[in-house]
């Protein structure tokens, strides 16, 4: 199994402000996805994020507001930019196990935006 | 455009009664299921991966059954217990390496 570190767990941002998301994988795997779960709804993909090439993003999602970095084949980082009320959600890094293709996720960081 | 579906939406059952949770998904040609579950606040926790050419998969007191020709899942779990408590959510993925396509999930109650 993966092991999947996310950092920060849980934080208040002031409206306008950028907060940076971390996602740390325990092995190497080749894609890391990115999920955003807002309240009492069920997951929407955010971005896949490659190692070495830029993420792809969803309908909806566009990289001026959500910029992803993946500088390797263990780590990964989200921002949220010029944050409303709008992005108050838990926002959840996951990856390919790559053993029978078991997906995990990290505990998810969770932000209210005030 | 597809589609993952579960119902029911919300179940609260007493202890000790087996239940059943649905989901069925739109387009067939899975790559595989995955079921999870999620605590409030929390992140999600596999619970069991079916593939494609399987037809279901235990683990304890949980049985997750695949019907992949009619486009349906069941997570059957018996002698519930209010440790069982949770949203249970359903995903497929439709080849290696490509990201879920999730359910809305079953908010589960189990009462004591």
């Known amino acids: 199994s993966a092991v999947i570190s996310q950092k920060p767990s849980r934080d208040i941002c002031q409206r306008g402000t950028s907060l940076t998301i971390q996602c740390q994988v325990d092995?190497?795997?080749?894609?890391m996805f990115w999920y955003r779960q807002q309240p009492g709804q069920s997951l929407t993909l955010i971005a896949t994020?490659?190692?070495?090439?830029?993420?792809?993003?969803e309908s909806g999602f566009v990289i001026d507001k959500f910029p992803i970095s993946r500088p390797n084949l263990t780590f990964s980082t989200l921002t949220v930019s010029n944050m409303s009320p709008e992005d108050s959600s838990i926002y959840l890094c996951?990856?390919?196990?790559?053993?029978?293709?078991?997906?995990?996720f990290g505990e998810g960081s969770w932000l209210t935006v005030v | 455009k597809q589609e993952v579906t579960q119902i029911p939406a919300a179940l609260s059952v007493p202890e000790g009664e087996n239940l059943v949770l649905n989901c069925s998904f739109t387009?067939?040609?899975?790559?595989?299921l995955q079921w999870f579950r999620q605590d409030p606040g929390k992140g999600l926790t596999s619970l069991l991966l079916?593939?494609?050419?399987?037809r279901e998969q235990t683990s304890g007191r949980l049985n997750a059954s695949l019907d992949k020709s009619s486009g349906r899942s069941t997570l059957y779990i018996a002698a519930s217990q209010p440790g069982d408590s949770a949203t249970y959510l359903c995903?497929?993925?439709?080849?290696?390496?490509?990201?879920?396509?999730f359910g809305k999930g079953t908010r589960l109650s189990v009462i004591a």
């Open positions: 079916i593939q494609s050419s399987q």
């Open positions: 092995s190497q795997v080749t894609m």
């Open positions: 994020a490659n190692q070495g090439s830029e993420a792809t993003y």
């Open positions: 995903a497929v993925t439709y080849s290696g390496n490509t990201p879920l396509v």
């Open positions: 387009d067939s040609a899975i790559y595989n």
């Open positions: 996951s990856v390919d196990g790559g053993w029978g293709n078991t997906i995990y």
